[in-house]
């Protein structure tokens, strides 16, 4: 008795239904390509052409931070580049008293101050009026504020003279600060009209859909979006109005009314001058500045970058 069998066929394997991991991009070994291939002599020029600028940019700090400490012997002597033998601390009190600097900080930060909060205020308004608005004669009012810019301060010291005199506000902060936060706002409303005519105007009516007043768009929309630009402002506005002399000169005769700049004057006479005393009156004005663009330069870089990219 025969019996037949036939060959069993092995059974499929069964599939497996998890999801395979797709394989990941291979990643070529590092070397030191392309840290070498940066150290090109091209950077290294580049390198070298930004050390010799920003050391041309400090060297007149830095004679006046050596010439503030010398005595008036050392620097007859010695000239003004040498260092000094011997430091003398007490130039920096002696400044201080002599020409009351510490008052003629407070006005210059007084000043300044309320410089910034009425140009920014008001060419805020005007370039929102001239760049948003719909109103009518706008290249004619552009061309008038540019106007304003153009006009040297030496044609405008002799009207303003005489009608600070009639209103009653010569020698005093209040009429200077309003007549430099004035003419700064010119500049102001020039610069942000042109940032807002090229506003989005789709958030402008959305807004106005939304229910929206001229008001809150200004201060929920446009304000946020544009102070960057304004902050850049800020900073300039600042550091100009810190710096004014002739406006101050003429309007601000009384000790007790003058800024920072009017104290560098008292240094020096008609036939003497103290070249320690005036590096030393120089240096307290500084520091100042170079604190506030400590504090802002951030501000500051973040203003002038956001305009090269959209």
Known sequence: MSTDISPT??????????????PGPRRRPRTGRTAASARTPGSYAVVAAVGVATLAFLSPFLVILLNSFKTGADFRAHGSLSWPTSWNW??????????????????SLQTSLGVVVIAVV???????????????????FLVFFLGINVVPQEGLVYPIYYLFKEMGLY?????????????????????LSSVFSSFPRELIEAASIDGAGRWTILWRIVFPMSWPTLSV??????????????????????????????????MQGQYTSDPTSMS????????????????????????VTAGAVK
């Not at 020698?171 to 610069?191: E, N």
């Open 122 to 140: 008001l060419a805020l308004f005007n370039a929102y009026a001239l760049g948003i608005g719909r109103v009518r004669w706008r290249t004619a």
């Open 9 to 22: 066929t092995p059974a499929p394997a069964e599939r497996s239904t998890a999801p395979q991991p797709r």
């Open 233 to 266: 402002m800020c900073v300039f506005f600042f550091v100009w109005s810190w710096n004014e002399f002739l406006y101050p000169l003429v309007l601000l005769i009384s000790n007790e009314n003058q800024t920072v700049p009017l104290g560098l004057s008292v």
């Open 171 to 191: 020698d005093g902060k209040l009429g200077y600060t309003l007549l430099v936060g004035i003419t700064y706002s010119a500049f102001g409303t020039y610069l």
């Open 90 to 107: 007490g130039v920096i009190a002696e400044v201080w008293e002599r020409a009351d600097f510490g008052q003629k900080l407070v006005n």
């Open 280 to 303: 030393a009156a120089a240096l307290l004005g500084v520091i100042p500045m170079m604190i506030f663009f400590l504090i802002f330069q951030r501000s500051l870089t973040r203003g």
